[in-house]
């Protein structure tokens, strides 16, 4: 008994993926974050750039970096040199620095 009288089996459609990046992404090299902050200084965006620093000191998500509050940086009218925040997904304590440079784009920003 052969499979000669079965019908080959074919998509009709193309896969939703195919073409598509899918899956965790490359970091960012250094190059590539120090050129996104040249730009963001070129163009003023001195929100954005105080995030951008903050993203990269604390590697939080970007729900728990828009869910930071002033309170949580600041304290006496400085920035903190150090913050925990409690993420979303996980609910674990992450502890980090926040560097000059950030502190400095934070305090222009606020």
Do not use: Y
């Not at 903050?54 to 309170?71: E, Q």
């Not at 304590?93 to 920003?109: D, H, K, N, Q, Y």
């Amino acid at each position: 008994m052969g499979n000669e009288n079965l019908p080959a089996v074919r998509p009709t459609k193309p896969a939703w993926n195919r073409g598509r990046i899918i899956g965790q992404k490359r970091p960012l090299l250094p190059r590539h974050v120090w050129a996104i902050r040249v730009r963001l200084e070129i163009a003023a965006e001195i929100r954005d750039l105080a995030l951008f620093n903050l993203a990269i000191d604390s590697k939080l998500r970007g729900c728990d970096l828009v869910c930071l509050k002033v309170a949580d940086v600041l304290s006496a009218g400085s920035i903190k040199e150090r913050v925990s925040v409690v993420q979303q997904k996980t609910r674990q304590p992450v502890r980090f620095e926040i560097t000059e440079g950030t502190r400095r784009s934070l305090m222009a920003w606020l």
